[in-house]
């Protein structure tokens, strides 16, 4: 092979063989998982005529000498999951192991080709906050033979270990907070509703809504069809363009509920900037407590989502996995708690216009 020839990949012997790439990992590194012997041999030889050289880092690490985990997140600039990172990050750091961080820009496609890139590592095992869809993402879990374990999203459908997040509870304390502070019409906003968290937040605030009998109908979802490219600052302009669209409403509802944070901030924003004041025209619900809620004006009222504990049992249950101290399934989900700051208006009923 010529000197500035680009090197093959498993992914080029993937492609030639006609298979998938974690079947040429599989064979590369001489796994015992079961493969066709027909396949292993295609696979081999290929490998053997493109001149394919395994990456040596890569075999150093292999079977249980590997000390990497793979950690899979959809944002390293939104700072809810920069702290849930950290956290993993110095729990992995404290017990010897070498985080290896991949930000997947809540791109579905690129979460999956982080995945396949750390199979082809050999880590350890891998920490994953998925932003996947559909039952793809879950086959793909449930083929790798590495030690997962999901940390704040989870996936319809998936079985496996996780430390999740109660996303139904924290909607519906959000949306009861604010029936209890005197609002009646209150809107839910949010970005495409297409992972699992974004639609239990829905249902948790449907349901509140029921319970109090108020009338839900979808002209109380006000949602973005798509989302900005960038995932975490894309999450700022989401805001302010569900801003717009409240704007765009014949009345301004009595307070909003939305999907995290960062969005409820554009939201603030732009809503200032066209003259209407929060929480006096209108109150406004954040969700997740990142730090600069308080910092803020005016500071924001939000659901607590524990991102540091989550990033740290995560990364702590996974070890103990990797290194056989349990095996049992680990399936812990936490609670939200309620943050009460001045983005809410509290009034009384009879005042109301």
């Known amino acids: 092979m010529a000197g500035n020839e680009k090197k093959p990949t498993i992914s080029d012997i993937a492609r030639k ?80 192991y070498i985080p290896f961080i991949c930000s997947s820009m809540g791109e579905p496609q690129l979460e999956m080709n982080h995945l396949d890139m750390l199979e082809d590592r050999c880590v350890a095992g891998i920490l994953l906050s998925s932003m996947g869809q559909g039952e793809g993402i879950v086959k793909r879990l449930n083929e790798l033979r590495i030690p997962i374990m999901l940390f704040d999203q989870t996936l319809d459908s998936y079985e496996g270990d996780g430390i999740l997040f109660d996303f139904y509870q924290g909607a519906y304390l959000s949306t009861e907070y604010l029936i209890q502070c005197g609002h009646r019409d209150i809107v839910f906003c949010s970005g495409p509703i297409n992972r699992y968290s974004r639609r239990a937040m829905y249902e948790g ?14 002209k109380k979802l006000i949602g973005a069809i798509s989302e900005p490219d960038t995932y975490g600052e894309g999450e700022y302009q989401l805001g302010k363009a569900l801003g717009q669209m409240l704007l ?44 600069i809620c308080e910092m ?3 500071p924001l009222s939000t659901i607590h989502q524990p991102a540091f504990d989550t990033g740290k049992l995560a990364a ?38």
């Open 17 to 96: 063989a006609g298979v998938s790439i974690a079947t040429v990992s599989r064979v590369l590194r001489g796994s015992d998982y079961p493969v066709k012997s027909e396949v292993r041999e295609r696979v081999t030889e290929i490998a053997r005529q493109m001149e394919y050289k395994p990456n040596i880092f890569s075999q150093m690490l292999r079977g249980s000498s590997s000390r990497e985990i793979g950690i899979v997140a959809p944002s390293i600039t939104n700072p809810f999951y920069a702290q849930l990172i950290s956290a993993a990050e110095q729990e992995c750091l404290k017990r010897g």
């Open 205 to 218: 605030y449907k349901q509140a809504l029921k319970d109090y009998n108020l009338g839900i109908s979808k």
């Open 248 to 291: 765009e409403r014949d009345y301004l509802p009595d307070a909003i509920v939305t999907i995290n944070d960062i969005t409820a901030i554009g939201v603030i924003n732009h809503l200032y900037s066209e003259g209407v004041q929060v929480p006096h025209d209108i109150s406004i619900m954040g969700f997740d407590d990142i730090s």
């Open 296 to 298: 803020v004006t005016p």
């Open 316 to 353: 702590k249950y996974l070890l103990d996995k990797i290194e056989g101290q349990i095996t049992e399934p680990v399936r812990i989900t936490t609670k939200p708690v309620l943050v009460e700051r001045k983005s809410v208006r509290k009034i009384h009923r009879k005042v109301r216009r």
